[in-house]
């Protein structure tokens, strides 16, 4: 490993140069070794002598159905995705979801493994993935505790294991890991429901100020937050409303509230309606009456 007075940008995943980009520290790129193959599973191990910062970027390989969790044999480090941050220290693991871009950081040296399992030896639902951003998974019990113990000692010798043992050890990470995991969603509930109405104000605060561009959208929301689609509507749904029929009733309360305005007095109806992204008059004026029982003509101060 090249040893670099700041920092290392490191991607683990085979043949894969990771980007460096701004805000970076500076620092040198390598390649992960192989991944070690654990049947339904895989693990990398990374030896750090220095501090990482690496920024994971979904590539065309990955696989879209794995979780990430990764465990700090030694050391500790955080993980970030989703507007989202978790420490992660010893005798816990961290969550992160493969198919999306996130952050992995150390504050000094440490030794990583990082296990990769399809979410459907999981027991875990699709719908359920996204709440396996940037979490960590501790010892809420005594069980638990005993299991993190387990793997935490398992994966100290997790490199020098032969191809069949490795697969059937394999079989029973998965187990625990699943166990785990099921744990964690029993005690997490209300965290979870906490961060997906932090997430939603966030997305909406993000949209209001761009509401006179055209072109906003649930798949620009979605993109400038590294969600899917259907991860952005879930949680518009969750409160009561569409994406498009929010963005749509936002738009048109700051034209109700400019025409009503006599400041706005010499501003016409379409450079009101412009202003706040709606471009096509006929549209604008069926929804506004659809809204508000009037024209956007009858709505102005006399």
């Known amino acids: 490993m090249i040893r670099n007075d700041t920092a290392s940008v490191l991607d683990l995943r085979p043949s894969v140069r990771p980007p460096i980009g701004a805000g970076h520290d500076t620092g040198t790129g ?3 070794p192989p991944a070690i193959d654990l049947g339904d599973a895989s693990a990398d191990v990374l030896d750090a002598a220095f501090r ?38 010893p005798d816990q693991l961290g969550t992160v ?11 000094g040296p440490a030794r990583l493994v990082r296990i990769s399992i399809p979410y459907t030896k999981l027991d875990i639902v699709p719908c359920a993935i996204e709440t396996m951003a940037a979490r960590r998974i501790d010892g809420r019990s005594t069980g638990a505790t005993a299991l993190l113990l387990q793997i ?3 994966t100290e010798f997790i490199a020098d294991l032969r191809p069949g043992t490795a697969v059937r050890y ?6 625990m890991t699943s166990i785990l995991t099921q744990e964690m969603f029993a005690y997490c509930q209300t965290d979870q429901d906490q961060v997906r109405a932090e997430t939603l104000h966030r997305m909406q605060d993000w949209a209001r100020e761009r509401l006179g561009d055209p072109n906003l959208s649930t798949a620009g929301i979605a993109r400038a937050h590294n969600v899917s689609v259907r991860y952005v509507q879930k949680l518009f749904k969750e409160h009561g409303e569409s994406p498009n029929r929010w963005l749509r009733n936002e738009r048109l309360t ?7 305005s006599p400041r706005n007095r010499e501003a016409t109806i379409a450079m009101i309606a412009r202003r706040w ?14 809204r508000y029982g009037v024209t956007p003509a009858a709505c102005r101060p006399a």
């Open 30 to 32: 390598e390649t992960g």
């Open 52 to 89: 990482i910062v690496r920024d994971h970027r979904p590539g065309k390989s990955d696989d879209p159905t794995l979780i990430d969790y990764w465990i700090p044999v030694s050391g500790s480090l955080e993980l970030h995705q989703h507007d989202h941050g978790v420490s992660v220290g």
């Open 97 to 107: 979801i493969r198919r999306n871009a996130y952050r992995l950081e150390t504050k």
């Open 152 to 154: 935490a000692t398992f």
């Open 170 to 175: 394999g079989y029973h990470l998965v187990e």
């Open 254 to 260: 700051r034209c109700h509230l400019e025409l009503r």
């Open 277 to 290: 992204g709606f471009y096509n008059c006929s549209y604008f004026t069926r929804v506004f009456r659809e």
